[in-house]
């Protein structure tokens, strides 16, 4: 997420995370939405750790660990705040290994090949 607009453009766009942030806080302006960025695992499972007992929802796109980390999968488990997995592209149309997901069974939902619309409605399946 943190190289999203540079990485790939043509898969996932020239926009970046912070200014599609501002979009969503306007369209939901009664919604404290948090935004929270790792390019680590286990940073990542702290922070589902540290906000999965106080948030109404969680939106995740955990990336390449989609389809890596148990861990993950046990930390989303471990919550009561459900969460949406996301995904900018449709994992399904690129590369075999995208095809499975570790995490889609601890998930409440999944959401994937919407563009950073993907977020908008995750947010709405939250709300």
């Known amino acids: 997420m943190n190289l999203l607009g540079k990485r790939e453009p043509e898969i996932y766009g020239m926009q970046g995370f912070e200014s599609y942030l501002k979009q969503l806080r306007t369209t939901f302006p009664d919604c404290e939405i948090q935004y929270f960025q790792s390019n680590t695992e286990g940073t990542l499972i702290d922070k589902i750790h540290e906000a999965g007992f106080t948030v ?31 995904h900018i592209s449709n994992v399904h149309v690129r590369e075999a290994f995208r095809h499975k997901s570790l995490i889609s069974a601890a998930c409440k939902g999944v959401i994937t090949g919407f563009g950073l619309d993907s977020y908008r409605l995750a947010i709405e399946a939250i709300i």
């Open 56 to 86: 109404d929802g969680i939106i995740l796109n955990a990336g390449a660990y989609t389809h890596t980390s148990i861990a993950l999968r046990d930390a989303i488990k471990a919550v009561e705040a459900p969460v949406i997995e996301v």
